[in-house]
């Protein structure tokens, strides 16, 4: 099903469906009684919302089977050093239920712009474009339904479609392995993930090796909280960051967030601030 108000041009709804059934066949069929994208899980029947923002650890939920979860930063601001700034306006992460334990993601990186000069003083030079589109594939191997712990398996593939300069025009691609615990009011997540991407002296390709680790609380049945180190490294500096920020449920399936990240490392960013929103049809 495509939610109200979602594009109804004709192209569109053959490029959804097309993917929808592409995705659908890299899973074996659904039984009757199982739920999928054909046979929604009935909305009273829905998980507790899950989203993979405001974080950098991805979860190892799924969204339920036959429903749609947008997930998008209004704005991104970084400040990469004293001479660089970069915006992102509008990244979104089109995630689509097909299994009660898999899931397809359409990820778009929205309208970038980036402006350094050669110091303090000087003119400064802009690039401004569109970004990349990654697509993405997610499968629970457990804790979808509950319990004191969950993992999944995520594989993705980065589609160079950026302009203005703002990307490289390679596909890149890896794997991540997500998984969370849960402690009455507080959990733990943590995800490792391996990416072959376009080296920094763009003659090859380089692999780059991630990690992060996240603590939540609940503060209030509608409000929480975050911490996180996320570590890169394989190809150029050293990038270690500490992440911070809260999430706001509205109700069972809108919700708000804001934060920050900080640069402990020479080659991190010095601090990028965002705010965001994630709903589910």
Known sequence: MLPS????????????????????????????????????????????????????TESPFTVDAGHLQIETSV??????????????????????GLRSDFELQFLFDGCLQSRTSASATAPAATRTGFGDVTLRAK???????????????????????????????????????????????????????????RNSADDGYAAVWTNSLSIGRELSSKLAAFAELASTAGDGGHVFAFDCGLTYAVHADLQLDCGANFGLSRAAPDVTVFCGVTFRY
Do not use: Q
């Not at 400040?79 to 970069?86: C, F, H, I, S, Y």
């Not at 004191?148 to 490289?168: D, E, Q």
């Open 5 to 56: 108000g979602f594009p109804s041009h004709p192209r569109f709804r053959r490029f959804a469906g097309a993917a929808c059934a592409l995705g659908a066949g890299l899973w074996p069929a659904a039984s009757a009684e199982e739920h999928s994208w054909t046979n929604p899980v009935p909305h009273g029947e829905l998980r507790s919302l899950s989203s993979d923002r405001p974080d950098a």
């Open 75 to 96: 704005a991104a601001y970084s400040r990469v050093d004293a001479v660089t700034t970069e915006w992102n306006a509008a990244p979104v992460n089109v995630r689509v």
């Open 139 to 197: 499968y629970n191997c457990w804790g979808n339904n509950g319990g004191s712990s969950a993992f999944g398996v995520l594989p993705f593939l980065k589609l160079p479609t950026n302009s203005g300069g703002v990307g490289n025009r390679s596909l890149e691609g890896g794997l991540i392995l997500p998984v969370s615990f849960s402690f009455d009011v507080w959990s733990v997540s943590a995800m490792t993930e391996i990416e072959c991407v």
